[in-house]
Each structure stands twice: as C-alpha cells, then as structure tokens.
C-alpha cells in the first residue's frame, strides 16, 4: 500500500530565507506527484506537477523535483515571503487509477517577517 | 466562475444526527470527488462519482454515503453522525479519464460531532 511521507511537520524561518520541504513515498510505480497549498479556511490548490517522466518542474521561485527510484520529492522555496506561510501537501498518483491521489500529511510553513 | 462550492462551512452535530454535506461545481467536469482531513493526516477519499449516475466507495466509506444528483452537484450524507467522523471534508471536481488528477478542490466544511 502506498505511503507518503512529509518531513518536517511544520517549519518556521524568517524572511528571506531559501527554504526545501520534503516528501517521501514508498512505491515507485506512480504516474505524477503534485505539491498542493492549502490555507485556512480555504481549499487546496495545485503548486506543481511532476509527471513520472519528468525530473523537476519550476514556477516562479517554487521549484520541485523527482527521483523516483528513491521514492522522494522536494519542493524548494527561493526567497521565502510571510505570503508563502501555508501547509503545503504533496500527493501522488498511482498507476493503475488516474483518480487516486495518495496525500501525506502536510508541512505545516510560517515565513516570519 | 466559482469553480467549487460547499455548505454549510461549519457544523456541530449531536451523536447520532444527520445532516447532509453539499457540493457543487461550475467547471463542467464530469468527475467529484469527497475527501476528509483529520488532524495530522493527509486527505483520505471517501467516495467518488467518475461521471453521472456512478458512484464508487474510496479509502474510508463507512458511515456515509453519496448522492450525484446531476453533472453539477454531488452530496454526502451521514446518516447518524458518530464523534470519530469529526473532520475537515473537501469536495473536489476533475476532468473525466486520464486527466482525473486534475482536481479543482472546493473550501471545505468543518464538523464536529459531539
């Protein structure tokens, strides 16, 4: 069964800062992996996809990469703002369903000014 | 475009009271989706309709079930409400086939059962 691993829990850093969140997942025959943001009282909202051929996609000053032979995943943050305070979830998406997103549990961001 | 909506935001329930989740969304897509987020865990999927007049069971069915009234609206409904289905619940849309990732997630209702 698929797992999906986020570390660390919650981050706090200062402005400025260069920040990566991490995800781990335990089987490697996914199709794609997502990086949504979510905000209080709000849905999620989809960052970044990686498709399983793909190493990394960019936007902005979000950058996420792919390794899937060692089942993990970064999301790198450039230049963190007090904006970017959120819980980021990544999910991933397994072959045989292109529906069933498997969510970890979400690193929970605070961008001190 | 209000993409997905959902009512009520917020709700308490006695044990053992229904009530019934709704959702709706204008993206014309074929395939909604019901999760529920619990504290120190990812989104878990409940029930999800592909497309109109389907529904299948997800990860964590019991204790509720659906209705796909039309192409737009997709209710969840929990017949006597217990504390452990406490949670956040999100609703989400997608297109229908291989590009059902794509989910579009509405703002989600916070229920307590007590």
């Known amino acids: 069964k698929q797992e999906v691993t986020q570390i660390p829990a919650a981050l706090s850093v200062p402005e400025g800062e260069n920040l990566v969140l991490n995800c781990s997942f335990t089987?490697?025959?996914?199709?794609?992996l997502q990086w949504f943001r979510q905000d209080p009282g709000k849905g999620l909202t989809s960052l970044l996809l990686i498709q399983s051929s793909q190493r990394e996609q960019t936007s902005g000053r979000l950058n996420a990469s792919l390794d899937k032979s060692s089942g993990r995943s970064t999301l790198y943050i450039a230049a963190s703002q007090p904006g970017d305070s959120a819980t980021y979830l990544c999910a991933v998406n397994e072959m045989d369903s292109s529906y069933k997103l498997i969510f970890g549990s979400g690193t929970r961001l605070l961008v001190r000014p | 475009n209000a993409g997905v909506t959902q009512t009520p935001k917020f709700q308490v329930l006695k044990t053992g009271q229904s009530m019934t989740l709704q959702c709706a969304q204008d993206?014309?897509?074929?395939?909604m989706y019901w999760y529920r987020q619990d504290p120190g865990m990812g989104l878990r999927l409940i029930y999800y309709s592909a497309s109109e007049g389907t529904t299948d069971k997800g990860e964590v069915p019991n204790g509720y079930n659906v209705s796909r009234l039309n192409k737009r609206e997709f209710s969840l409904r929990l017949e006597s409400a217990a504390p452990s289905q406490t949670s956040v619940y999100f609703c989400?849309?997608?297109?229908?086939?291989?590009?059902?990732?794509?989910?579009?997630f509405g703002p989600g209702t916070r229920l307590t059962v007590t």
């Open positions: 989400a849309s997608s297109p229908l086939g291989d590009r059902a990732y794509e989910q579009y």
């Open positions: 089987d490697s025959a996914i199709y794609n």
């Open positions: 993206m014309n897509h074929n395939s």
